[in-house]
């Protein structure tokens, strides 16, 4: 049986999965790609959480640092205690084989064609050296069941559906009991349906064993099934939606969803796009502290706007041509009577944005 090394303690109160301005830049002929660009990420454990965004945002980048496969080029990776960055060859191949799980996309790289769901499984335990003889045994006979695929124990992935062999595939991923799971668009070559499923299965999984999850999709009705989901774009998290259930005056159950912008440690964060074009945000913003929020004017070319809605009320002592000072102006998203005609138009743009990112209801 291999030796297992044992897991170092997680700094006391971290969470999980700690990223800190997460850095890979990719190199290939003289042309770098900055795949993650000062990621930051925190999931604590047990959590189940899904991280979204665009094709080529940088989330199987992301997800195969998680998994021990590559390695950042800068910034700080700590998965349930151990360094990704500096750990070394021996404790890589233990936290690969004890740690972590994955499930990939193509159900090819998750199971051995020629093996059936009880073999896939017992030989990630024969891998890792975990169990042996009656233990095993029920030990795949109880991943089986909890992932509801118990009826194709012994066939072979080429007899069984899709959905099928990813339940698989989390089984063999849970074989021996990882502490963090990762799942890298488990649903990608999935139908609706069985995508749901297969997601549902996996917040099954969280539910029973409390493993930290983290699914990474480009599927957004994912955050139906979790309760935080995390928007990665161009490299960093930008936006996060945390579902919380709420009763209603009429003692109804109300599922509901809120949209926040995620800010690093030293105030960085994405204004979304669709803001930033309805005000033709660029290069430079005016920033204005307020007694509960903070405003945000376009730069030059829209400081006679910013200084025609200011109500004679709300407006300080500083003038508009002055620098960005704690001068009251309008909240930019919600003006009460926009004066300009591009103003208006702004406000209009943002009324429909903001329709659009109304909080969804239902599970
Ligand atoms: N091995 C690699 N070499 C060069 N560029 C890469 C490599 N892997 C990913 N990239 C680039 O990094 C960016 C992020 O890719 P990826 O993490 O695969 O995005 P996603 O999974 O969100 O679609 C893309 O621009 C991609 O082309
Ligand atoms: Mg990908």
Redesign the pocket.
């Known amino acids: 049986m291999t030796s297992v090394t044992p897991v170092p303690p997680a700094l006391p109160g971290e969470p999980h999965i700690v990223c800190t301005d997460l850095v890979?830049i990719?190199?290939?002929d003289g042309i770098e790609?900055?795949?993650?660009q000062g990621l930051n990420l925190r999931i604590e454990p047990g959590e189940m959480v899904a991280l979204v965004?665009?094709?080529?945002?940088?989330?199987?980048?992301?997800?195969?640092i998680l998994s021990g496969l590559d390695t950042a080029t800068a910034g700080v990776a700590r998965v349930a205690g151990h360094d990704l960055l500096t750990m070394g060859g021996r404790e890589r191949v233990a936290y690969q084989r004890h740690t972590v799980g994955f499930v990939w996309q193509q159900t090819s790289r998750n199971l051995l064609p020629y093996l059936t769901s009880a073999e896939n499984i017992a030989l990630a335990m024969n891998v890792a050296g975990t169990l042996r003889g009656d233990a095993r045994a029920a030990r795949v006979d109880e991943l089986l069941d909890l992932l509801d695929v118990g009826a194709v124990r012994d066939r072979r992935p080429g007899e069984i559906s899709g959905g099928q062999q990813q339940r698989v595939a989390i089984a063999v991923a849970l074989a021996n009991s990882p502490q963090v799971l990762l799942a890298?668009?488990p649903t990608g070559e999935l139908d609706e349906t069985t995508s749901a499923a297969v997601l549902e299965a996996m917040r099954g999984v969280n539910d029973e064993l409390g493993v930290t999850t983290l699914i990474?999709t480009?599927d957004p009705t994912v955050s139906d099934h979790v309760r935080r989901t995390v928007k990665?774009r161009d490299?960093r998290t930008s936006t996060e939606v945390l579902r919380s259930t709420r009763v209603d005056e009429h003692g109804e159950e109300q599922h509901v969803a809120e949209e926040f912008a995620v800010l690093d440690r030293v105030g960085r964060l994405q204004l979304p796009h669709d803001f930033m074009q309805s005000l033709e945000l660029r290069d430079r913003v005016r920033l204005a502290l307020e007694a509960d929020h903070v405003g945000v004017w376009p730069g030059d070319e829209g400081r006679a706007d910013a200084a025609a809605q200011r109500s004679p009320e709300t407006t300080g002592p500083g003038s508009a041509d002055e620098a960005p000072s704690t001068t009251a102006g309008p909240a930019p998203m919600n003006p009460a009577a926009p004066t300009s005609r591009r103003a208006r138009r702004a406000a209009e743009r943002a009324a429909e944005a903001s329709d659009a990112a109304e909080p969804r209801e239902g599970r």
């Open positions: 890979r990719f190199s290939s790609v900055q795949a993650l965004g665009a094709s080529g945002s940088g989330k199987s980048t992301l997800l195969t890298d668009e990474v480009h990665i490299g």
